[in-house]
């Protein structure tokens, strides 16, 4: 069993707290916000301690999970590993990659488990695309969606398209050689909408499309290969492969009836609540029952790239 704490109860925090009594492997020891009224109504919802301090829980747990907003997620996450607790911290892990390389170093040290919650990983669709993606020629990429007024601080790119890059960088094991980035602010001081093109070495090429300001949301990526045209739906984690057709019948009269263009199937995707099973793997990875699911030098490399196109996006007022 795994004791747990639960640091920041915002959006995220609270889909983490709905879902820890779906997993007998956890005992939720505490909750934490530095919103006092947030904390008393979901500890007195929850049966469990609440707290206003984080630090004032860790000598119960194990673990933690990081939800605080993501300039806090260096400060809150290192001091949980300098306490010798485990970490599951809500993606992007950091705005600074050295800030990132440090908080995985200390985790080595102090041989603790440092996960990211990319939650997309675990979305059934993105998990059957690795076995069925070979040598891509082009990968198109769309998450797009409508504004809302709390995104204004938020760089699009660590928020929205680090998603993309992280699922992009695990299928393909490539290393991109170039990156093009154009971008508008159209209702916040910051990147509203950008489309990044990356080059990886070994020929792919990637179109990245990540918007706030959208009114339908969208969430897909198609994928180009030599024998297949694959299309992925986030939402419904759903994937058709198309294959290029071969029959074509002709009736009696020489004319052409009807011409088969491609052939569809649909893939059977096992479909369950991808953030469980997020917090599933990091109690896994603790007790030693699986190992992480991304290497240090991919997480760190996701990161690198989001932080390189957002710089691109900064310098030129995009
Ligand atoms: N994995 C995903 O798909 C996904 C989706 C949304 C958000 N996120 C990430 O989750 C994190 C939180 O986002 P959110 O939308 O829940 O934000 P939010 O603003 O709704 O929640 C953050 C909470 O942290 C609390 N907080 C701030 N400082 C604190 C401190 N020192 N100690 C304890 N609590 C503190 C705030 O009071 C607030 O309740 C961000 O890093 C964001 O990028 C991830």
Known sequence: ???MGLIGLGRMGKYHLNLYDEIPEIKLMGICDINEEEVNKLSKQTGVRGYTNYEEMLDLVDAV?????TRLHYEVAKKCLLSGKHVLVEKPITTDLEEA???FKIAEEKNLVL?????ERFNGAVMELKKIVRDPFLIESRRVGPYAERMKNDSIILDLMIHDIDIILNILDDEVVDIQAQGSRVYSNLTDLAS????FKKGTVVNIIVSRVNQKKDRTMSIAQKDAYIYLDYTNQDINIYRQGQSQHIFGDKELTYKNEYILERMFVYKDNPLKLEIKHFIDCIDNRSCRMVSVEHELKSLEIAL????ILHKEGK
């Open 1 to 3: 069993m795994i004791k």
């Open 65 to 69: 999970t990081v939800a605080v907003p």
């Open 115 to 119: 996960n990211i919650g990319h939650v």
């Open 101 to 103: 390389k440090e908080l």
């Open 196 to 199: 990044v093109n990356l080059k």
């Open 308 to 311: 390189k196109i957002d710089e």
